[in-house]
């Protein structure tokens, strides 16, 4: 039976005279704080629950509490894991047990819990609480980007609760954090001040509404991406090569697959074109990956297999060690290459725009890139440098696009240019050389640069350093932005928003998630503070 008696200052800790419990001694497992709930009911105990970030504990917290647990003779309070905190770089500050004890030394609260879940959905059900309190910025559903809280008001009522929601003093920690904590490097903090003296958060909001009832055609490469985690044993005493002990495997549906599942998120509905080996297929995994939203047609290629990329990867800090390509990169036969310009003829004019990410394995063809460039309502293009295909992908192979996303590297290569600015790049030397007005070379830790043929060019530092893997993180920002420069969003405002797409993905291993809207939206609403 776990106890939910609170120590007053007559008890003493082990039996012993001494001050009160200390507060880490409140901090439970979710089960723990279910098990503390269900014991108060049956004492007629009335719950609340409360629950949020608590980054930065401020006086608003405290007032929130305090008028929390008038609604209950329990308040438990559960901290969002770090893992779900979507608060752009250096968030969350404090690390959840952490905030779960700053929390618990409140004297009015009982018990806490990290929640190890986006949503507060699947704590509510495991704690049902008969008050359920938010804060009074949650009191207008219409008015909540993360329109989580008509979920969370189901799963208090399916068990007999009700919502409530204070209405006293407020601050926001993500306020407080970006003005005097100092978590931005000086370029980035100077960079986010004047967009938030621009009003620019509501902006983003609505170029991101924006393209909500868009159809998408996606046309590329579809790639398996297997991760086997190792453990690194050290050199072989006879052979000239370290030695590995293998722990488990991830195999996650990539390339067009994965881009296609960020689209899906903003985009009403999206089509995939691509083509997949006949054998090892992996389409029970494919069709798996997809969401609900997400429909593909596949060209079989006969005796060629699925492109499959395998990574070795050390378990303790996800470094790489190498790869293995399984795959076929040779053109298209002349039917497999028939039938997919039949596909992008007959498809492509229904959609608003038409995403290629080529991956350059051998399903994107002259042929190919000709009928894209003449059916395509919109085209927007990524060409990807690999090990397979260095200095022979290069997006000068496409005459003209309406969009052109690229990193860096892969810009030099196109333009043979080791040394010239990225900016004068962007600006003057790739849209000389293919026609296209508006675009973005991608850094990585240094952000992006956007071209406008008639706005100009912008840098937009990166929103992150922290970084977990950097698999498909251009893909995000490329696959986030197309619709929005589609629907003629200023470029600098697609920087902004494809850097934050991409300063989320880098925190993903691998494919497991994608970019979805409510972290996107919540995280350019913590940064914009």
């Known amino acids: 039976m776990v106890s939910t008696e609170r120590p007053t200052d007559r008890q003493r800790i082990g039996g012993k005279e001494g001050p009160l419990a200390p507060s880490r001694q409140k901090v439970r497992t979710l089960d723990e704080a279910a098990a503390v709930a269900e014991q ?156 938030r003296e621009s009003n620019l958060l509501p902006q983003l909001i609505e170029r991101l509404e924006s393209v909500r009832d868009y159809k998408v055609v996606l046309v590329g490469d579809t790639i398996i991406d297997e991760y086997r985690y190792v453990l690194p044993m050290g050199k072989s005493p006879k052979e000239n090569m370290i030695a590995t002990l293998f722990r488990n495997q991830e195999i996650f549906a990539g390339g067009v697959i994965a881009a296609a599942n960020h689209i899906a998120a903003f ?58 390509y399984e795959m076929d990169d040779s053109p298209l036969s002349e039917g497999e290459e028939k039938a997919v310009q039949d596909l992008i003829a007959t498809r492509a004019a229904d959609g608003d725009l038409v995403v290629v990410t080529d991956f350059g394995h051998g399903m994107i063809t002259p042929a190919i890139i000709e009928t894209l460039q003449k059916t395509a309502r919109f085209l927007a293009v990524n060409t990807q440098t690999n090990s397979a295909n260095q200095g022979y992908n290069l997006v000068t192979r496409y005459s003209r696009a309406d969009y052109v996303c690229i990193d860096a590297p892969e810009a030099r290569l196109a333009l043979a240019d080791k040394f010239t600015d990225i900016a004068l790049l962007a600006a003057e030397k790739l849209p000389a050389r293919v026609d296209c007005n508006r675009l973005v070379i991608t850094q990585g830790k240094l952000g992006c640069v956007c071209h406008d043929g008639a706005a100009g060019t912008h840098r937009i530092p990166a929103f992150t350093n922290m970084v977990v893997d950097t698999v498909g993180a251009g893909d995000a920002f490329f696959a986030v932005t197309a619709p929005l420069v589609a629907a003629g969003v200023p470029m600098d405002q697609v920087g902004f928003i494809g850097n934050a797409a991409g300063a989320i993905k880098v925190g993903i291993v691998g494919h497991r998630r994608s970019v979805e809207k409510v972290p996107l939206i919540k995280l350019l609403t913590a940064i914009l503070k």
Do not use: W
């Open 267 to 324: 985009c009403r509905e999206v089509e995939i074109l691509t083509c997949l080996g006949e054998e090892e297929t992996y389409d029970s995994l494919i069709a798996g990956s997809l969401k609900p939203n997400v429909s593909i047609k596949v060209v079989r290629r006969p005796g060629k297999p699925t492109t499959c990329k395998t990574r070795f990867v050390e378990t303790g800090y996800m470094r790489k060690l190498f790869e293995v």
């Open 40 to 195: 108060a009911r049956r004492e007629g105990r009335r719950v609340a629950l409360a629950h949020g970030v608590f980054d930065l504990l401020h006086l608003g917290h405290v007032r929130h509490l305090e008028e929390a647990r008038s609604h209950g003779d329990v308040l438990i309070v559960t901290v969002t894991a770090d893992a779900y905190v979507n608060k752009g770089p250096g968030r969350p500050v404090f690390s959840e047990q952490l905030r779960a004890q700053m929390v618990a030394a409140l004297e009015h609260v009982d018990a806490v819990a990290v929640n190890h879940a986006p949503t507060a959905v699947d704590v509510l059900h495991a704690i049902r609480p008969d008050v359920y309190v938010k804060g009074p910025d949650y009191a207008n559903a219409d008015e909540d980007v993360t329109g989580g809280i008509v979920d969370e008001r189901t799963a208090v009522e399916a068990h007999g609760g009700r919502i409530v929601f204070t209405d006293d003093i407020t601050f926001s920690s993500s306020s407080l954090i970006n003005k005097y904590l100092g978590v931005y490097d000086t370029e980035l903090h100077a960079f986010l001040e004047t967009a």
